[in-house]
């Protein structure tokens, strides 16, 4: 297989949101799959839009999710520099290039007159194009004029890996801006400069760069320059399935899925699988599975619907499965920060312990906090949650403080109080009384917990201990 040379190229305006992780996936998958290169390359020439710290938070996030890159930021390469804001004189040099050859020109038209142009075509209703405008002597460039493509009209015909064969013609070309009047590059130039020097084989980017791709072929031809597999990657959609994912929809930054507790397995897994699949029922893919099954031609050409409820159920699959694959203790390591406050104040064998009864409940890390805090500090007793329970509500309040006294009696006779033990002590319990499962354990664990749920009744009585757990009982017996 040919080596690909791919790259992903995000600007630093902000949050890294959903859809520019895939677009930086896809990437990815591609590069190391032939053993090639992905290239990080960082398009910040709209300075306008510019947000301090956005490349760091685009670095870290690729760092988490474990798409380490080739080139670029922070590893360096041979096509330093690999921020377009430090390429100017690059692209400079290539738009003379274009000049020399009668393929662009200078413009120092005022925005003005150009907006005069533009009220002209709506008033007869017929489509702005700036070539049928554009000066008849333009002349020599110096810093400051605008550098725009000379373009030829005509129809181009060319094959995207995931929309297929596509033609368009000559009324969609225009003599579009390759360098601003403050001198910095257009996106439509400059990433065709990049890719060319940088020897990219693979664009991938989304869909909505589809209808610029006329005006990209027109300046590969100028620039003699041989066209990459251009990907479009079709729109990750907002679970409506009626538009664009935007973060009024409920999506939130990939940043704060982390800070959720969303794992980066689970991260990768689900955005790889958004809009692709490999033609199986499989649905948990490690990296390397989805470096060794990932195909450009399974891409479907059609959006995906972002799905909250997938991508937390896959990392829920994910919690349980390092926790069944690497152990409690390659879990806990993953918890740090998502514990209650008061667990601080235990120790950490004694949260490992905690977390090997309650994993396979947890959906996110962050449930921590709302799932565990009755092994870190005294539940508030209520007994409206016993004489409430759909379980326990047909008995009086006499029979319930007397089957919970009866509880307590068993309880303390256990001499080793470990799981196994706790457990015959419990099985005992329910001949002794006569009460079914759901009517005993659910007094049991309510009185220990006072939790919506909580693990199986033995492991958390196991948890937390002979002393603290027949306190609370007692404590609950007291009250009712």
């Excluded at 413009?107 to 070539?131: A, G, H, V, W």
Aim: hydrophobic share 35%.
């Amino acid at each position: 297989m040919k080596k690909a040379i791919t790259r992903f190229a995000p600007s630093p305006t902000g949050y890294i949101h959903i859809g520019n992780v895939r677009s930086a996936i896809y990437p990815y998958l591609v590069a190391k799959q032939s053993n090639g290169k992905l290239i990080l390359r960082i398009e910040d020439t709209d300075r306008g839009r510019y947000v301090e710290g956005a490349t760091e938070l685009i670095e870290d996030t690729l760092k988490w999710l474990g798409l380490d890159w080739d080139e670029g930021p922070i590893v360096g390469g041979p096509n330093e520099p690999y921020f377009q804001s430090e390429r100017k004189d690059i692209y400079v040099k290539w738009a003379k290039k274009l000049i020399d050859a009668g393929r662009a020109y200078a413009d120092p038209t005022p925005e003005e007159k150009i907006d005069e142009y533009r009220r002209e075509c709506n008033e007869k209703k017929i489509p702005f194009l700036y070539r049928n405008f554009r000066p008849e002597n333009p002349p020599k460039w110096e810093p400051g004029m605008p550098i725009r493509l000379k373009t030829i009209p005509k129809s181009y015909d060319w094959h995207d890996e995931v929309m297929g064969d596509m033609h368009t013609g000559p009324e969609v070309l225009d003599d579009i801006i390759l360098i601003k009047k403050d001198g910095f590059p257009t996106y439509n130039f400059a990433h065709i400069v990049d890719d060319a020097e940088m020897d990219i084989t693979h664009v991938m980017r989304g869909v909505e760069y589809l209808s610029s791709t006329p005006n990209y072929l027109a300046l590969y031809e100028a620039l003699g320059l041989d066209r990459p597999l251009l990907v479009s990657l079709p729109h990750i959609l907002a679970p409506t399935g009626n538009k664009k994912l935007g973060k009024r929809d409920g999506a939130k930054s990939v940043t704060e899925y982390r800070d959720d507790g969303v794992l980066p397995e689970a991260m990768l897994n689900y955005l790889a699988c958004l809009g692709w699949n490999d033609g199986t029922e499989q649905e948990i893919y490690t990296k390397d599975e989805l470096i060794k099954c990932f195909s450009i031609d399974r891409i479907q050409n059609s959006g995906a619907r972002y799905d909250e409820t997938k991508l937390l159920w896959m990392n829920g699959q994910w919690i349980r499965r390092i926790f069944d694959e690497q152990g409690a203790r390659a879990l806990y390591d993953r918890t740090i920060g998502f514990w209650p406050e008061e667990a601080e104040n235990y120790s950490e064998d004694y949260r490992v312990k905690v977390l090997s009864i309650i994993y396979d409940r947890l959906k996110t890390l962050s449930d921590l906090k709302t799932m565990t805090n009755y092994f870190f500090t005294e539940p508030e007793i209520d007994i409206n949650a016993i004489v409430e329970n759909k379980f326990l509500k047909k008995m009086s309040e006499a029979e319930i403080e007397n089957l919970l006294k009866v509880a307590i009696k068993k309880l303390s006779s256990i001499k080793e109080w470990n799981e196994d033990e706790l457990q015959t002590a419990l099985n005992e319990l329910l001949t002794e009384t006569g009460k079914k499962p759901a009517e005993l354990f659910s007094l049991i664990r309510i009185s220990v917990s006072f939790a919506p749920f909580s693990p199986a009744l033995n492991l958390t009585l196991a948890v937390l201990g002979r002393e603290k757990s027949l306190a609370r009982l007692n404590a609950v017996a007291r009250s009712i």
